[in-house]
């Protein structure tokens, strides 16, 4: 079976026809730059020129940075703040042919870890961590989601999370993997001390470096990277669209 999932991220907003079989994307993602300012109407017309270059009229999952409900933005630390009480189903619905469902991004990288990849038959308390501009947070109860978790935001050191620990702190700071791991550990020591997961998921891009500083955490909880890598979310959207997993 197929479906369609589009990520919106601060950067760059992409999609692609899935194969919800086997987990991965149909053929080559399009990615376009994300309008700067990143609003709402600017945002809805790249996701339905992404749609209509697949000739896609089916239903679609679409990913947001910042806590959905029903549909309805309720956040948006690292996008434009006028998405705050936005209707983004009903938004996009008007600008495409399908019926849309949108949900947290790091949720839909969750979902489809899940599925397909590191969570694939874990039970117990999981919780998949993506590391980018922000830190996104999933949680996954014997495999079924705690939708909208922000664990991005919790206070370490009278700090916001993510704001010392995610990738873009990293590239901001201009820090080493070893200075960087060191963040990482600290925040992980914060979440673990409230959360106790029996597993650890880390996705974003830089879990492609895992090497270089997975090893390097002192965590008491295990901790392996995504194997989707920068399709999770794609993937995951595209799931949640046509289980209706979406809160
Ligand atoms: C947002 C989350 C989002 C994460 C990753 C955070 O700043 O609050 O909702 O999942 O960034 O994009």
């Known amino acids: 079976m197929q479906g369609f999932g589009v990520d919106i991220g601060g950067s760059g907003i992409k999609g692609c026809l899935v194969d919800l079989d086997e987990g991965r994307l149909v053929g080559e993602r399009v990615r376009i730059e994300t309008p700067q300012p990143s609003v709402p109407d600017a945002v809805y017309g790249v996701v339905a020129t992404i749609v209509e270059s697949f000739g896609w009229s089916g239903q679609v999952g679409v990913t947001f940075p910042g806590v959905m409900k029903a549909g309805v933005a309720h956040t948006a630390a690292n996008v434009d ?19 849309v469902q949108t949900l947290n991004d790091a949720d839909a990288a969750g979902l489809a870890e899940m599925r397909y990849g ?18 996104g947070s999933a949680l996954f109860v014997d495999g079924r989601l705690v939708p909208n978790t922000e664990f991005g935001h919790i206070q370490v050191d009278g700090e916001d999370g ?20 060191q963040r990482v550990d600290r925040y992980l020591d914060v ?45 995951g959207a595209a799931l949640a669209a046509v289980e209706r997993l979406a809160p």
Do not use: C
């Open 162 to 181: 993510e704001r010392r620990a995610s990738a873009a702190a990293r590239e901001r700071e201009e820090l080493g993997y070893p200075e960087w791991a």
């Open 191 to 235: 979440l673990e001390a409230g959360l106790w997961p029996d597993l650890i998921i880390v996705g974003g891009g830089v879990s492609k470096k895992a090497h270089k500083w997975v090893p390097l955490l002192s965590t008491r909880t295990p901790v392996v990277p995504a194997q989707l890598q920068n399709d999770a979310g794609i993937v």
């Open 81 to 99: 703040k006028t998405w705050i009480g936005t209707d983004v189903d009903a938004g996009l619905e008007q600008r495409i042919a399908g019926s």
């Open 118 to 135: 590191a969570g694939r038959d874990r039970n117990g308390v999981v919780l998949m961590l993506t590391f980018g501009t922000g830190i």
